[in-house]
């Protein structure tokens, strides 16, 4: 087969023709086979410029370069080429442009490309591995293609958010990522949940945009409420259902379940094999309790929780609150929401349980939140769902050392729903 016909099914190495192709064998410092094509300038082609493209007539020098290569068979492929530096009559110094080479690259275009695409589903070490290269050249080469690909954050139709934290490492160290609830699309990623840490991401959306926002959408963390509503004081806070459904469980019905269990422990020994067998009902029905009504669907459970119902009002006041207080996400007109909370707000008082009222004085501060979702029916399902493909993320590279790189990864996926 000729060089020509070669080169052809190859790709071909554009100003480059084939002189000569050789293989060098295994040995004891070089495990894998080589396979080294040597390629000289094709005579009729003119030399350009690396900066700005122009052609350049006068050489000072030239010297042989060896980068690497895709792959051929079970060899590595090197080349081998003259590159000439060059005077160019508008940039000075400088060398000739060859365009499958980037500048001050030591492998090819195609290749660093391939190495890009695998670094997108397998972990950084693995990718390094296979093509036999350093494992901070993988990281440089994919972070360089995710730059590319992803370029600026776009924030110019942003009317809607949605703001979460997500852990980064142990020790309790956080980042926040806000979301674009409609479209899944990730916005903004930045190190830390304190209010000072979300002003990059309004300081990058700018005067106009911060004018343009219409809703936030969060969990009940007032640093995050705080920050929007310096920097969007006519944007609608709104509080979703799972946070607030969430911290009812661990301040009301895990409050009053410890609470009926130690009363119950407490009663007079004469009734010891009936306390003992009412605590050991009480005391293991946590997550019995804090699940919904419609996916406890094993009849064992669904008797279970008939019987401790039953058997005990104070577990019953509060389970029936929570079903209840559920129903104030379900309203689209803010004075049926309104009417509603001031019902539930009298049944809660009015129970008697310290727990319980405790949870009605605290909640309040955050009704107006709450009742904005009437107007704007967000929650933030969607920003669990992308924290746990982050963990995901983190824990097929068993982790990241580098902010920037690993917040690029979590855009690229999330590019959002076109």
């Known amino acids: ?217 969060m969990d009940m963390s007032g640093a995050y409420a705080d920050e929007v509503r310096a920097h969007c004081p006519h944007a609608a806070i709104v509080y979703d259902l799972f946070h607030v459904v969430a911290k009812y469980g661990r301040e009301v019905i895990d409050r009053v379940r410890v609470d009926e269990t130690n009363r119950v422990a407490g009663r007079a020994v004469g009734r010891e094999r009936v306390r003992r067998a009412q605590r050991r009902i009480i005391k293991g029905a946590r997550w019995l309790l804090l699940r919904n009504r419609d996916t406890v669907t094993r009849p064992a459970d669904r008797i279970r929780l008939r019987d401790l119902l039953a058997a005990n009002r104070a577990l019953f006041t509060v389970y029936v609150l929570k079903d209840d207080l559920k129903q104030l996400w379900r309203f689209r007109y803010p004075g049926a929401a309104r009417r509603f909370w001031a019902q539930w707000r009298r049944r809660a008082l009015a129970s008697r349980l310290a727990p319980l009222r405790a949870f009605v004085r605290r909640l309040t501060p955050y009704l107006e939140g709450i009742i904005s979702h009437c107007r704007y029916p967000l929650h933030t399902s969607v920003l669990e769902g992308i924290n746990n493909k982050i963990k995901v993320i983190k824990r097929m590279a068993y982790g990241f050392r580098d902010d920037a790189y690993f917040f690029l990864k979590i855009r690229a996926a999330f590019p959002g729903i076109p």
């Open 1 to 217: 087969m000729a060089y020509e016909e070669l080169s052809a099914l190859l790709g071909g190495w554009e100003g480059f023709m084939i002189a000569a192709v050789r293989r060098e064998p295994t040995s004891t410092t070089q495990p894998v086979p080589r396979v080294v094509i040597v390629l000289e300038p094709v005579p009729s082609r003119p030399k350009r410029c690396s900066r700005c493209d122009g052609e350049v007539v006068t050489v000072h020098e030239v010297t042989t370069r060896r980068v690497r290569d895709l792959p051929l068979m079970d060899a590595e492929t090197w080349i081998e080429f003259p590159r000439a530096r060059v005077e160019c009559p508008r940039c000075g110094p400088t060398v000739e442009a060859v365009p499958w080479l980037d500048r001050y690259q030591r492998m090819t275009t195609r290749l660093a490309a391939a190495i890009a695409r695998l670094a997108q589903v397998l972990p950084i070490k693995h990718v390094a591995q296979w093509f036999g290269v350093g494992w901070e050249t993988v990281k440089q080469i994919d972070q360089r293609a995710l730059e590319a690909r992803l370029g600026p954050i776009d924030l110019r139709d942003v009317r809607l958010i949605a703001i979460d934290e997500f852990a980064i490492h142990r020790g309790h160290r956080y980042a926040t990522v806000v979301v674009n609830p409609l479209t899944r699309k990730v916005l903004w990623v930045g190190r830390g949940r304190a209010r000072e840490d979300l002003r990059p991401f309004f300081a990058q959306l700018g005067p106009e945009g911060c004018a343009r926002l219409e809703a936030a959408v």
